[in-house]
C-alpha cells in the first residue's frame, strides 16, 4: 500500500527564517516522489520531483530511502511562499497525495 | 497552452438529487484522471482513463459514482444518487502519459461540490 504522511497542518514562519516541510512515505517498491503546490485562488501544480534534483523558487528536497523521508526546505522563506503544500508519491502509475500543510510566512 | 477546464465551478445540491461534472484536458493529453478532495485532505484519485479505456477505478463508489471519456478527449463525472459525504472539490487532470507514467500532470480549477 502506498500511504503519504506530512505531520503538520499548519506552519508559520517568518520572513527570512528557514523553512522545513516534513513528508515521511510507506511504499514497498522503488517509490517517485513529488512536491505539489496550491497558491491562494490558483490552481495545484507541480513544484518539484525527487528525480529531477533541481531547486525550484529556492526549495529542495531529497529522498532519503533509509528514513522514508521527503522533506521540502528553504534556506529563507519569502512571503510569497505562502500557500498549501501537498507530498506526493506514484507507484504503480497512480498518484497519492499527503494531506497537506498549509504554510504561512508573516512578515 | 490553454489548461485543463471544468465546468461548473461551483455545485450546490440536495441529498439523493444526481450532479455532473464535466471536463476538458489539455489538447493531446492521453491521460484524464479525476480526484475527489475533501476538506482538510489532499486529493483522492477517484478514476483514471489513458485514451477512452479505464486504467484504475479502484477507489470509485461505483455504486453512486460513474465516469466516461468518450473519444479519448473530454470526460464527465457523475454522481447518483449524491450523499452528504461527497461534498468535495472535484479535481480533474490531465497528462501526456501514454502507458509508462512520468510525465506531469495538470489539473483544472476544480468544481466546489455542496451537499445539503
Known amino acids: 500500500a502506498q500511504r503519504v504522511t506530512q505531520p503538520e497542518k499548519l506552519l508559520s514562519v517568518f520572513k527570512g527564517a528557514p523553512v522545513e516541510l516534513k513528508c515521511n512515505y510507506s511504499?514497498?517498491?522503488?517509490?517517485?516522489l513529488f512536491w505539489y503546490v496550491q497558491y491562494s485562488r490558483q490552481r495545484l501544480q507541480l513544484l518539484l520531483r525527487?528525480?529531477s534534483r533541481e531547486s525550484i523558487k529556492g526549495f529542495t528536497a531529497d529522498l532519503n530511502k533509509g528514513e522514508t523521508s521527503f522533506h521540502l526546505k528553504k534556506p529563507f522563506a519569502q512571503e510569497e511562499d505562502s500557500a498549501m503544500y501537498y507530498c506526493a508519491l506514484r507507484g504503480a502509475q497512480k498518484l497519492v497525495f499527503g494531506q497537506g500543510t498549509r504554510l504561512t510566512i508573516n512578515p | 497552452e490553454a489548461g485543463v477546464a471544468q465546468s461548473p465551478r461551483y455545485k450546490i445540491i440536495e441529498k439523493r438529487q444526481s450532479v455532473a461534472f464535466w471536463c476538458n484536458p489539455i489538447s493531446g493529453h492521453a491521460t484524464l484522471y479525476w480526484y475527489q478532495q475533501i476538506l482538510g485532505q489532499g486529493p483522492k484519485l477517484l478514476i483514471q482513463f489513458q485514451n477512452n479505456g479505464v486504467v484504475d477505478d479502484s477507489q470509485l463508489p461505483k455504486d453512486r459514482f460513474s465516469a466516461e471519456r468518450l473519444k479519448g478527449v473530454d470526460s464527465t463525472l457523475k454522481i447518483q444518487p449524491a450523499k452528504l459525504e461527497d461534498s468535495a472539490v472535484y479535481l480533474c487532470?490531465?497528462?501526456?502519459?501514454?502507458?509508462?507514467?512520468?510525465?506531469?500532470?495538470?489539473f483544472g480549477p476544480g468544481t466546489r461540490l455542496t451537499v445539503l
Open positions: 487532470a490531465s497528462s501526456l502519459d501514454r502507458g509508462g507514467g512520468g510525465h506531469e500532470q495538470f
Open positions: 525527487h528525480i
Open positions: 511504499y514497498s517498491g522503488s517509490p517517485e
